[in-house]
């Protein structure tokens, strides 16, 4: 028998004991028997009442039937309308934290922006695409206002040492540089030319050769002067030993002082009396033709001896203090723990004259026209980097130094010095090469660079 046929039979049964017509009326009226029959007979569930609709069963069930459909259907109803508000909720919610949030990106865009119209009125930069006798020229200028505090120049090393190369762009991102250009001369090992300052930290002297670009207090020039450096025994009445540079590779007959920005050691390997200084104390002085290791917290003076000089020091060299005895390294000029300074090339303009020759040492002929890369200052103060794409005929032919020196007057400045060209000429600006270097259009490896920076 399937199970409708049951459920049939079972609630014929059902009719059929009590003669129902009204089963609460048996309930509330019925004698004791019709009673305890009643108990004895389960109700139909919800599912039976929905066959006795199916199969036609008695009028009462049918009723009972939709009732409780009805019931079954409100009660669905309720549910689902709880169930979909709920799911409206979630949905507003996420919706308006995805509003707050897209609020708070859109403040953060704004502030963002806001910054960086601030900052763009700080550093202009300017592409300048023109022809200049005849030949066409693409100039890029970056424009730094110092007068605030917010944004600074200063110079940068390849893997912040003394030796070695690395591409521009690294070294910008490394120190959060706003833009950048290539820096100036160096020699074979990437060792610069002259002076290198860095936020009030001597790297090497200058030569009195060259033009230094020196930032202080917000301030930038262009002096031309001799580094002055001393070791002095640190009592009233102790003479000084002057140096005649740091952390260069020094010349027979120099004193040159050694900190770890040069490295290990010293590099010397010949003839030589070196000042071991540990802590500000000194500890030994010996006689050498090998390195000496530079300690972690000292430094070294080391005397070059001449070929063939004998162990004993000549008359003009002394050392004025003794083993066990405190010194004191100083130099000047010194600007404090915050300035900057990185010696350029030959001056391009002084005073607002074009002092520039036909010939540099570094750069050789400059009747050429080769790309450039120089810095400036103008009488109000601001600070001028300038690169001239250049050896890229149709494109930029680049600058004679001459034709450098009267763009740069034309420009407003009063002081520029020659920074390294060529195929080193490159411009980083928010960590995007900008101009068109003449090494295969892309970076090459430098020893240093100018960077800009915002605060």
């Known amino acids: 028998m399937t199970k409708p046929d049951k459920i049939f039979t079972k609630l014929k049964n059902i009719i059929q004991l009590n003669k129902i017509k009204n089963t609460i009326q048996l309930k509330k009226k019925g004698t004791k028997e019709e009673k305890e029959a009643i108990k004895t007979v389960k109700r139909p569930s919800v599912l039976n009442l929905y066959f006795l609709q199916i199969f036609n069963i008695p009028r009462m069930f049918k009723k009972r039937a939709r009732i409780i459909m009805i019931f079954t259907v409100l009660v669905l109803f309720i549910s689902g309308s709880i169930l979909l508000i709920n799911i409206i909720e979630l949905f507003n919610t996420d919706n308006n934290a995805r509003k707050a949030k897209d609020g708070i990106n859109a403040n953060d865009s704004n502030s963002n922006s806001n910054q960086l119209k601030d900052i763009e009125e700080l550093i202009v930069h300017k592409t300048i695409i023109t022809k200049i006798n005849g030949l066409e020229q693409v100039i890029n200028i970056l424009e730094a206002d110092l007068s605030t505090g917010q944004a600074k120049v200063k110079p940068v090393l390849s893997h912040d040492s003394l030796f070695g190369f690395e591409f521009l762009s690294q070294m910008a991102e490394r120190h959060g540089a706003y833009a950048a250009v290539n820096g100036g ?55 000084c030993l002057r140096l005649d540079n740091i952390n260069v590779a020094g010349k027979p007959g120099e004193w040159i002082l050694y900190t770890r920005r040069y490295g290990m050691d010293n590099r010397v390997k010949q003839d030589n009396i070196t000042i071991v200084i540990e802590n500000g104390i000194v500890k030994k002085i010996i006689e050498s033709n090998e390195e000496t290791q530079i300690p972690k917290e000292g430094m070294l003076a080391t005397y070059i001896k001449p070929q063939g000089q004998k162990s004993t020091l000549p008359v003009e060299v002394t050392i004025p203090f003794k083993i066990g005895e405190r010194v004191k390294f100083e ?125």
């Open 331 to 455: 130099y000047r000029p010194n600007l404090g723990t915050d300035w900057q300074a990185y010696e350029c090339g030959s001056w391009i303009v002084r005073d607002g004259e074009i002092v520039i020759g036909e010939k540099d040492p570094w750069v050789g002929v400059l009747t050429n026209r080769d790309p450039r890369t120089a810095i400036g200052i103008k009488e109000s103060g601001e600070v001028v980097l300038i690169t001239v794409d250049g050896r890229q005929p149709g494109y930029s032919y680049g600058f004679t130094a001459q034709e450098l020196g009267e763009f740069l007057i034309e420009y407003g400045v009063k002081d520029a010095a020659m920074l390294d060209g060529g195929a080193s000429t490159e411009m980083i600006i928010k960590g995007e090469l900008v101009n068109r270097p003449s090494f295969r259009g892309s970076e090459r490896p430098l020893a240093g660079g100018i960077i800009i920076q915002v605060e």
């Open 185 to 239: 001369f160096f020699y074979e090992y990437g060792e610069p030319s002259g002076m290198v300052v860095i936020d009030g930290e001597i790297f090497t002297g200058s030569t009195g050769e060259y033009p230094v670009f020196i930032v202080s207090n917000s301030k930038a020039e262009l002096k031309q002067f001799k580094t002055e450096l001393y070791l002095t025994a640190d009592r009233d009445d102790a003479d």
